[in-house]
């Protein structure tokens, strides 16, 4: 057993020794570079602004164009279940055959997996700017909806397709379940799960590159 | 008093904050200059890794400059600083823990049947691993401290506790320490 004066020398070798744990290197902090790093995000902050209220909005404008999509996949749905009708104003009935059907439905899960890929790479960046991520919890829902009936639907019969859509509804269900009263780590973790299922990368592979990303952008 | 390593006055700091917020770019610059080197060695002796040590100072003034309104000025600027710093440094460690989880305990795995083929590591080593060992509190205490030479009182605001539990943590962290070199105190201060 050490004695007082054993362990003040101890003590005084820890706090001497201890300056080389995690020594910072020799040369100065990047400071320009950090700067200029700094100086741009601030800037693309203020290009797109992340209060609030615009947020809101720009989670708004998603919904609508979710719900938008989830009315013409069950029409095209509905369509493919009971007798043809018309997939758009002065079409004619008799032309929607199986091969029609399944266009469609291509075309509108192209364009879902587009809304779902903007849309979370919109909340993750809201997560990370450290903002209203909760806002986002009812557009999720939409989206959740309108991935049920995709999966539901002739398309979710694709294997790699349905475990993609599989894996967006956990992301999608936890988005929905945020509240203002959600605790931070709870985004940090439905981003750490964004992130381990590769869900992002996986959509973009799966949308095709210079689809229309319009929905959410601000 | 707090130790104050760039002689700026509480009223210097009003004055530069007030700058900053009515949209002076050369203020934010002064700002930036007077702090970047403390917060990113601070982001360093923490992360041990330069990458996050940048990633962590560049987040850390992005998040300042965007509350900089919540600085109410009781306590130093630097002070201030330190408490963005330290909450981005942990809530950024935690996030790459997370990630890093599964590699690490492979490499531990593999490190543990090396090391026990292999010689002690010197002390040196056995206090790194040691101060990593500690729980996350006591190390940024310890670091703060008796690394970086903050006060208790500015270890307090950094951390949000208060300078007896800093203490107190301290002291704990300095008695695990001794307590891991145990074995080898004979040839420290014998």
Known sequence: ?218 | MARSTDGRTAADDRRLVADVLAGDPAAERRLYDANVDRVYRLAYRLTGDPDLAQEFTQESFIRAFDRLETFRGDAKLSTWLNAVATSVIFNGLRKVKRFRQREVDLDLATQRASDRAEAEPDLKERLHGAIDDLPKGYRAVFLMHDVEGFTHEEIGRSLGIRPGTSKAQLSRARAKLRQSLAAFAGGITG
């Open chain 1, 1 to 218: 057993m050490m004695d007082d004066r054993s362990d003040e020398q101890l003590d005084e070798w820890i706090r001497e020794a201890a300056h080389s744990y995690h020594s910072p290197p020799p040369a100065p902090a990047p400071r320009e570079e950090m700067w200029h790093a700094i100086q741009a995000a601030r800037r693309t902050a203020n290009v797109r602004p992340i209060r609030r209220p615009i947020r809101w909005l720009a989670w708004s404008v998603g919904v609508a164009a979710v719900l938008a999509l989830g009315v013409s996949i069950g029409l095209i749905i509905a369509s493919d279940r009971s007798a043809p009708i018309p997939i758009a104003a002065g079409d004619d009935p008799s032309a929607t055959t199986p091969q029609h059907v399944s266009a469609a439905l291509a075309v509108v899960t192209t364009e879902y997996l587009t809304q779902a890929e903007t849309f979370l790479t919109l909340f993750r960046d809201a997560v990370r700017t450290g903002g209203a991520s909760s806002y986002a919890s009812g557009t999720a829902r939409h989206l959740l909806a309108t991935n049920r009936l995709i999966t539901d639907s002739p398309a979710g019969a694709d294997p790699v397709l349905k475990e993609l859509l599989q894996d967006l509804e956990l992301v999608l269900a936890q988005i929905a379940q945020l509240s203002e009263d959600s605790w931070e780590g709870e985004t940090d973790l439905i981003t750490d799960g964004i992130e381990q299922r590769a869900v992002l990368t996986r959509l973009q592979t799966v949308v095709p590159a210079g689809t229309l990303r319009g929905a959410f952008s601000l």
